[in-house]
């Protein structure tokens, strides 16, 4: 970024976002996040130079330093990446079970000599990991938001999922604790494309304990019922529709912990899909007995600032990431897939 206009406006910008957003009276989400009329506005006024949008795009595309990030028509400050990216809410470490009896007598799960304790981000792995070990295996399911609480730091090690940390406390596994048990449930973003091929889904507005946000429509699987079923039954009863609809794409899944009414813990896995109407939806009738208070239609990239739940944030950069090919997003989504499995199958057999 050689020219000394843009060095300034980046230094401006960055000011205003990082450090002063009162001194260009800017009005910051809880991520951060600003109309990018206002930002050009207040650095235009600082900077008596004419600051515009493009100005910004074009700045966030070719500095070498990512100093602020741009989402549609908001901009701020980058966030922190690499080694100190925020854990999954849920990672796994895998034992077994004369090693979990040591565990229990020390009050801590420890690795002996070793000063780090190895987790993975997929219960799958763990479990291949457990079974290598000598003994009964198990995995153990560590709720990293509490263990946090507790003044246990995790880090990332490697690119395949694997985490490190400190000595954790034997309280902050998951399914030890009395009561445990696991939860599946299923959700479902309803997408459509306006006549100049934006992506659009829809979101609840759901009022908790914790205060009002937008949701996914979500709900509990029925026994023996499909979690695609199970989607869309919830979307048609929250937002109180008729109309069919086709899923067309499973994004992925999330985990994290809570407690019942009755305090005792959860570990609850949420699969979330894609759908689209079969016919066109003509209004929305929120089942505001379960809470709901309004149903609306999100572009793609405010849907991604509104869902807030730290959960649901990476799933949703990947929605936004699967709609922007547009309205064969599936196909472009599947042809990736299959090309990341090539390449995947190429690194292990050269």
Request: hydrophobic content about 40%; some cysteine; overall charge positive.
């Amino acid at each position: 970024m050689s020219n000394p206009d843009h060095v300034r406006i980046s230094k401006t910008v960055t000011f205003l976002l990082r450090y002063k957003p009162e001194v260009g009276q800017l009005t910051l989400d809880s991520q951060g996040w600003v109309s990018m009329d206002e930002v050009c506005r207040a650095a235009t006024a600082l900077l008596k130079l004419e600051v515009e949008a493009a100005t910004l795009r074009e700045i966030a595309a070719t500095s070498p330093i990512q100093r602020f990030e741009i989402l549609g028509d908001y901009i701020r400050m980058a966030p922190l990446r690499g080694p100190k990216r925020r854990a999954p809410d849920i990672l796994y470490h895998a034992t077994t079970e004369d090693r979990l009896a040591e565990f229990v007598r020390r009050g801590k799960i420890s690795s002996g000599s070793q000063r780090s304790v190895y987790l993975s981000s997929h219960q799958e792995q763990a479990w291949l990991v457990a079974h290598r070990l000598k003994g009964v295996p198990m995995v153990l399911f560590i709720d990293t938001t509490r263990a946090r609480r507790q003044g246990v730091r995790f880090s990332r090690k490697g690119q395949h999922g694997l985490y490190v940390s400190g000595p954790i406390p034997i309280s902050e596994v998951l399914n030890l604790q009395d009561n445990f048990a696991e939860q599946l449930s299923a959700g479902g973003l309803p997408v459509r494309f306006t006549p100049e091929g934006r992506a659009q889904v829809a979101l609840i507005r759901v009022t908790r304990r914790s205060g009002v946000t937008w949701e996914v429509a979500k709900g509990k699987l029925e026994d023996g019922e499909p979690p695609e079923t199970t989607a869309v039954r919830e979307v048609q009863e929250e937002m109180g529709l008729s109309a069919s609809f086709k899923v067309t794409l499973h994004v992925g899944d999330i985990r994290y912990s809570f407690l019942t009414p009755q305090g005792h813990p959860r570990l609850k896995t949420v699969y979330l899909y894609l759908m689209e109407a079969q016919e066109p939806i003509e209004a929305f009738v929120p089942a505001v007995g379960e809470g709901i208070g309004d149903v609306r239609w999100f572009d793609i990239d405010e849907a991604t600032r509104s869902v807030t739940h730290t959960s649901l944030t990476p799933l949703m950069n990947r929605v936004r990431k699967i709609l922007l090919a547009g309205p064969d997003y599936a196909r472009s989504f599947e042809a990736y897939r299959v090309q990341q499995m090539k390449e995947e199958l190429h690194a292990d057999h050269p």
